[in-house]
């Protein structure tokens, strides 16, 4: 199986940085895609950012410019470098990952628990 551990998140005031990091590990064949997501009480799951299509990138609109993921050498491990963070960043932030498990027939999305990010004003 697959597990995702998400760390970094904390309080921070409008203005300053955060870096996340998701380390996924277990019986991987293949990562397909891998990023992150958020989700603020009471709205919906929304994509931040992610690989996807191997090496190409996607970001949310309300973080272009502010935000930059990266991964490491074995694409394993994933980071969010969040930098002008304002207060309506403050969410749940969950590592998202679409595996190709060792000796199973097709992807799999796994979900890490989440780390809070809060963003005092």
């Known amino acids: 199986q697959v597990q995702l551990v998400e760390s970094g998140g904390g309080l921070v005031q409008a203005g300053g940085s955060l870096r996340l990091s998701c380390a996924a590990s277990?019986?991987?064949?293949?990562?397909?895609?891998m990023g992150w997501y958020r989700q603020a009480p009471g709205k919906q799951r929304e994509l931040v950012a992610a690989?996807?299509?191997?090496?190409?990138?996607n970001y949310a609109d309300s973080v272009k410019g502010r935000f930059t993921i990266s991964r490491d050498n074995a694409k394993t491990t994933v980071y969010l470098q969040m930098n002008s963070l304002k207060p309506e960043d403050t969410a749940v932030y969950y590592c998202?990952?679409?595996?190709?498990?060792?000796?199973?027939?097709?992807?799999?999305?796994?979900w890490g628990q989440g780390t809070q990010v809060t963003v005092s004003s």
């Open positions: 998202n990952a679409k595996v190709v498990v060792v000796a199973a027939l097709s992807p799999r999305n796994y």
């Open positions: 690989f996807i299509n191997s090496d190409s990138t």
């Open positions: 277990g019986s991987i064949s293949t990562i397909n895609t």
